[in-house]
């Protein structure tokens, strides 16, 4: 893996300004899967327009995905057992390839291999990254596996299964389950995402109203914040200071002081809405989330919360991906970087 910056900040080449020069000249889009419409909306950053419509290239799109090294996006369409890749220096749909169950799809931090989480298989593919072809199959015992993040070192991911209350630790080398963790009983974890000096994991859980700390060497539960009704999706703030978090069933954003772990404030969407799965712009002054199930998409002003725009798109919108965004690689869902 290449190594961290900085230690203490492991999105330190996440800030904003740090976009790569192969990326930099891409056009400032975002690309919405639409679940229940099989087709992909395409965003201008700048005028909230839509500049681009699709079909996805298969059935329920769940999330777009950007490459490990960046050039390229994917569409992973989970129930048509494909994935279609998009040219991000132009915004164009490419090619549609077979793949197994892809609900969502991450890279390891080496970039030797993508990890499809096959979700409906109870799965974790570790397929070539070039070729798209499987090399390595990782059975899991907890059913509704379908987000995870990676250790500050790069040797471990924590992944969230959605329908058995629980989270489990996969040796990346080794291609292994080496621990498993159970949460609040009726639970259902959603996104993952580690903390910016690695010393915890933070799991939402959008039964439980909240989020989960989990110490990820120990594997251990050790701490709780409730955040809002249906916690769903987890963003770190440019300068790595603070948490966004989705809470899906009231229609609101906490904010989270990673520092403190004390919460500093709570956006809520006038008129109501169903924040889910998003990322931040690359110089980190929006927020943007799909509206699940309001076939809409929101834009945030992060100094201050305010709904700059809801703009409608196709039904059941997911894991929308903001792009370019800064890093060095990524390591995949809806842009996680280093």
Request: aromatic share 10%.
């Given at each position: 893996m290449p190594p961290v910056l900085n230690p203490a900040d492991i999105y330190a080449a996440d800030?904003?300004?740090e976009v790569a020069a192969s990326v930099r000249n891409f056009p400032a889009l975002v690309y919405v899967?639409?679940?229940?419409?099989?087709?992909?909306?395409?965003?201008?950053?700048?005028?909230?327009?839509?500049?681009?419509?699709?079909?996805?290239?298969?059935?329920?799109?769940?999330?777009?995905?950007?490459?490990?090294?960046?050039?390229?996006?994917?569409?992973?369409?989970?129930?048509?057992?494909?994935?279609?890749?998009?040219?991000?220096?132009?915004?164009?749909?490419?090619?549609?390839?077979?793949?197994?169950?892809?609900?969502?799809?991450?890279?390891?931090?080496d970039g030797k291999f993508a990890i499809v989480v096959a979700e409906r298989k109870q799965k974790l593919n570790f397929l070539d990254p070039q070729t798209m072809k499987l090399v390595d199959s990782v059975p899991v015992s907890c059913p509704g596996i379908d987000h995870m993040d990676f250790t500050s070192d790069g040797r471990y991911l924590i992944a969230s299964c959605e329908f058995s209350a629980q989270v489990v630790k996969v040796d990346v080398a080794n291609h292994k389950v080496v621990g498993t963790l159970s949460v609040e009983k009726?639970?259902?974890?959603?996104?993952?995402?580690?903390?910016?000096?690695?010393?915890?994991?933070?799991?939402?859980?959008?039964?439980?109203?909240?989020?989960?700390?989990?110490?990820?060497?120990?594997?251990?539960?050790?701490?709780?914040?409730?955040?809002?009704?249906?916690?769903?999706?987890?963003?770190?703030?440019?300068?790595?200071k603070v948490l966004y978090i989705s809470n899906r069933g009231e229609g609101s954003v906490t904010?989270?002081?990673?520092?403190?772990?004390?919460?500093?404030?709570?956006?809520?969407?006038?008129?109501?809405g169903s924040p889910d799965m998003g990322g931040v712009s690359a110089d980190g002054k929006q927020l943007w989330l799909s509206g699940r199930y309001h076939s809409e998409v929101y834009v945030f002003d992060t100094d201050n919360g305010k709904l700059l725009a809801r703009i409608p798109v196709g039904k059941g919108p997911h894991g929308l991906c903001v792009y370019p965004q800064p890093g060095r690689y990524s390591l995949g869902h809806t842009g996680v970087f280093r």
């Open positions: 800030h904003a300004g899967p639409n679940s229940k419409s099989d087709t992909v909306d395409v965003i201008d950053q700048k005028t909230f327009k839509i500049v681009g419509h699709f079909p996805s290239g298969g059935k329920e799109p769940q999330h777009v995905v950007p490459q490990y090294d960046m050039k390229r996006l994917w569409v992973i369409n989970d129930l048509g057992d494909t994935a279609t890749d998009i040219d991000p220096a132009t915004g164009k749909r490419g090619k549609t390839i077979p793949v197994e169950d892809p609900y969502n799809m991450y890279y390891t931090p009726g639970g259902m974890p959603q996104d993952v995402k580690t903390s910016p000096d690695g010393k915890v994991f933070y799991v939402a859980d959008m039964m439980a109203n909240g989020i989960y700390l989990i110490e990820p060497d120990s594997f251990k539960r050790i701490g709780f914040i409730a955040t809002g009704k249906g916690a769903h999706g987890l963003y770190v703030s440019r300068d790595s904010v989270l002081d990673l520092s403190t772990r004390k919460i500093l404030t709570k956006w809520m969407i006038p008129r109501g």
